[in-house]
């Protein structure tokens, strides 16, 4: 676990379940979340959820499958809203903007937090195009030179660009599923966002693969602010600073990575960790 | 009445049959040890079968023969001397008469003696033909039923045999279907020959003038060219297409990205509705309303349309097609996969940015089908263009004149009196077999890109 040991000091601090979201963090704090809450029609998916999210490291969720994890990640970026009768309630703030304030504007905030998605998703166009589609609708290129670096640059960053630079204009859905997620990571990054969402990016990879963008997710952590949903817990631990359990709906408890794993306080968490439940 | 007693019959038979099969196979398993072969359901599915066909047959024999059968019987009724007297109808008439009294309905007007003897006599003739007809079928099946069962033994297939059976009833139902329209390929292909013996293939497809000479004054067939009628046929469609897929594609759009769904589910069906009404009542719509308004509109803005014509057409007809293009295109959006969708919103596009920077261009090939096939519907399309085109077959390219159609000309060609012998009629098998070559290159083009775009996301 070497990745853990240069950043991260080992203190023998005690972790407490959300009573005070912030403890703990020893880098500034990015994105606030208080008392979020969901529901799907009738149905809550979410109860109260209080996180904060520190700049510049990888936080992941955990939990089993139907737990909140994907569904809180995806009121980061607003994605709910897309999703017919889902509700959000409660407060959650990126440098202190309320995000989803009447004033602000969704394709902003989606600019600044990009997402990553759990099959890759690349668009039916060229590796080219699937990059600079992100740059175009936001007019991030005044000409083509400036699209050209951009698009080699995010490539370049999300370690695709020796493997494609030779291909660029044949179609996207043509690399290896491995190849792809990267694509779609490179497609985020193109855009300048400031935090990163990954929704399970690696559960439709091969081991090889997976090991491949784990590399590069502790790579990106030195520019980007990284929230990670995985239903992998050595994932969690291998690429995450911070770790947030979640559980029913609840976030149950949340602190350093190897707090977590190593001395969790909750019951639920223990079992979790233990492989009892989930 | 004497089908529902068959009915019941068979009924019963299919009935006993398989209980009878079912009970012997069951007995099988109960043999110590045996290993049976099939389950009871299939050794009483197999004796059914076995019933089944000879009784049917036998029943099928005398559904073909009997009325010819019965007929003569009644005419052998008719004492000598007035049958001398009858001619064709008034033997039609009588036949009638006799046989209405046979089946107790008895007969207007004075009843001669001779023909209540014959109203008996074809009465007691039909119940014991009937009869007779009903015990053979019986007998049949029973002899049969007897002799399936006889063969239930625990090694017997039945299960393969039963399922053979029903393959092959499948196979006959496809069967119905494919010979269908390989026997219309060939009659039209044949009929058209027979066109081309009188008129050369050259004159046909190349010519400019249509005008047949309808009068069957031999030598002088008139001029059958093909080209005014495609014109006309051409324009219509583009007009058609003009209309009905920027329509049914913005509603598609509407419908599948924009609309809530309890509106959509409203919207769907009433768009859909449009497909269900009769093209003779948008062909009447045409006629009485859209005509004379562009008539008017164009008199208003000096310009000369008529109120029959290519456009009147053409717009009704794009009228008709939009919910064929809507449906086909909502569908296909539909399918698009979500996750593309949630890619594009992600990365911060707006929701049009979405739609036409991502869902279009990966629905397009789906579109272009449903467009190609909306194309082959408009060339076929016949009572619109019957009413609102004009029917003013002559080679020429304004829109807002009267025009002919290859469809309108079959109608004109094949209505009223015609013999098949001269090009006057045989022209429409020509005609039928030209459009029917255009939209089944359409169709397999159209089936073609559908597919390939099917398979990029299964």
Same mark, same amino acid.
């Given at each position: 676990?070497?990745?853990?040991s ?13 009573m005070?979201p912030?403890?703990?963090l ?20 979410l ?64 600019a ?13 166009k ?6 600079a ?6 007019g ?7 699209l050209?670096e ?11 660009? =020796?493997?494609v ?34 929704? =399970? ?16 997710i502790?790579?990106l952590r ?8 995985t ?17 029913l709906g ?28 989930g | ?9 068979? @009924?019963?038979? @299919? ?26 359901q ?56 006799i ?60 299960r393969?045999? %039963? ?5 092959w ?5 496809s ?16 009929e ?19 005008a ?32 009905? %897929?920027p ?21 769907? +069906?009433?768009i ?8 003779? %009542? ?9 005509? +004379? ?67 279009? $261009?990966a ?24 009413l609102?085109?004009?029917n003013a ?5 304004? $829109? ?8 309108v ?13 001269g090009p ?30 099917r398979?990029?996301?299964?």
């Open positions: 676990m070497d990745l853990m240069g950043k991260v000091k080992m203190t023998q601090q005690t972790v407490t379940t959300s005070n912030s403890e703990g020893d880098r500034p704090i990015r994105l606030t979340a208080r008392d979020v809450t969901v529901h799907y029609g009738a149905k809550q998916a109860f109260g959820i209080s996180i904060d999210i520190p700049d510049r490291a990888v936080t992941a969720f955990i939990g089993p499958s139907g737990c909140g994890k994907s569904t809180f990640l995806r009121c980061i970026n607003r994605m709910n809203d897309t999703i017919e009768g889902a509700r959000v309630g409660g407060t959650i703030r990126l440098d202190g903007q309320d995000i989803y304030a009447p004033d602000l504007d969704v394709v902003e905030l989606r600044r937090v990009g997402m990553v998605f759990q099959k890759p998703n690349p668009f039916p060229s590796i080219y195009d699937n990059v589609y992100g740059p175009r609708i936001h991030l290129a005044r000409n083509k030179a400036d050209d951009i698009v080699i640059s995010s490539l370049r960053k999300a370690g695709l660009f =020796e493997e630079k030779d291909r660029l204009n044949e179609p996207g859905t043509g690399l290896s599923g491995g190849q792809q997620q990267r694509l779609c990571i490179a497609r985020a990054i193109a855009v300048g966002p400031e935090v990163i969402l990954m929704d =399970e990016p690696c559960s439709a990879l091969d081991p090889i693969a997976t090991a491949i963008i784990e590399e590069l502790d790579e030195e520019n980007y602010t990284i929230v990670i949903v239903h992998s817990m050595q994932q969690a631990a291998r690429v995450s600073q911070r770790t947030a359990f979640f559980h609840n976030l149950i408890e949340q602190g350093k990575t190897e707090d977590i794993f190593t001395n969790p306080v909750n019951k639920q968490t223990q079992d979790y960790i233990m492989g009892r439940i | 009445m004497n089908t529902l007693i068959i009915a019941a019959v068979l @009924l019963i038979m @299919l009935g006993v049959a398989y209980q009878s099969g079912w009970s012997r196979g069951r007995g099988l398993a109960t043999v110590g040890g045996t290993r049976v072969h099939s389950r009871p299939y050794h009483g599915s197999f004796v059914a079968v076995w019933t089944m066909i000879p009784a049917l047959l036998i029943l099928a024999l005398w559904a073909y023969f009997g009325p010819g059968l019965t007929r003569s019987y009644t005419v052998a009724q008719i004492p000598q001397d007035i049958l001398l007297s009858l001619d064709q109808a008034g033997l039609n008439s009588e036949i009638a008469r046989q209405s009294m046979a089946s107790g309905f008895g007969a207007t007007g004075e009843i001669a003696d001779w023909e209540a003897a014959a109203g008996a006599a074809l009465r007691s003739f039909q119940f014991l033909t009937f009869a007779g007809v009903l015990v053979l079928a019986i007998l049949a099946g029973g002899s049969a039923l007897v002799y399936a069962r006889s063969r239930i033994t625990a090694r017997l297939r039945a393969t045999a %039963v399922e053979q059976f029903i393959s009833m499948l196979l006959a139902c069967a119905v279907a494919i010979l269908t329209t390989l026997g219309i390929v060939a009659s039209l292909v044949t058209a020959f027979k066109f081309f013996t009188f008129i050369s293939p050259i004159d046909f497809f190349l010519g400019t003038v249509w047949p000479n309808n009068a069957a004054n031999g030598g002088n067939y008139g001029s059958y060219g093909l080209l005014p009628l495609l014109t006309g046929t051409l324009m219509i469609t583009a007009i058609a297409m003009l209309v009905a %897929v329509v049914g594609l913005m509603a598609a759009i509407y419908l599948s990205q924009y609309a809530h769904p309890r509106l959509r589910a409203v919207a769907k +069906p009433l859909e509705i449009l497909a269900g009404i009769p093209t003779i %009542v948008f062909g009447f719509f045409a006629l009485v309303t859209v005509g +004379p308004f562009l008539r008017d509109l164009g008199n208003f803005i000096g310009l000369d349309i008529n109120a029959t014509s290519a456009l009147t057409a053409g717009i009704v007809m794009g009228i008709m097609i939009i919910p064929f293009v809507s449906s086909l295109s909502d569908d296909i959006l539909n399918q698009v996969p979500s996750s593309l969708r949630d890619g594009a919103y992600g990365l911060g596009a707006t929701q049009s940015e979405t739609i036409r920077n991502v869902l279009l $261009p629905a397009l090939p789906g579109i272009v089908g449903a467009f190609l096939l909306a194309v082959s519907r408009a060339v076929g399309e016949t009572m619109i263009v019957v609102a085109a004009g077959p002559i080679l020429r390219f304004n $829109p807002l004149e009267p025009v002919g159609t290859i469809t000309s079959i109608v004109n060609q094949l209505t009223g009196d015609t013999d098949f012998t006057q009629s045989l022209v429409g098998f020509a005609l039928g077999l030209t459009l029917f070559v255009m939209t089944l290159g359409l169709n397999i083009f159209a089936l073609y890109i559908v597919r390939r775009f398979e990029q996301y299964e």
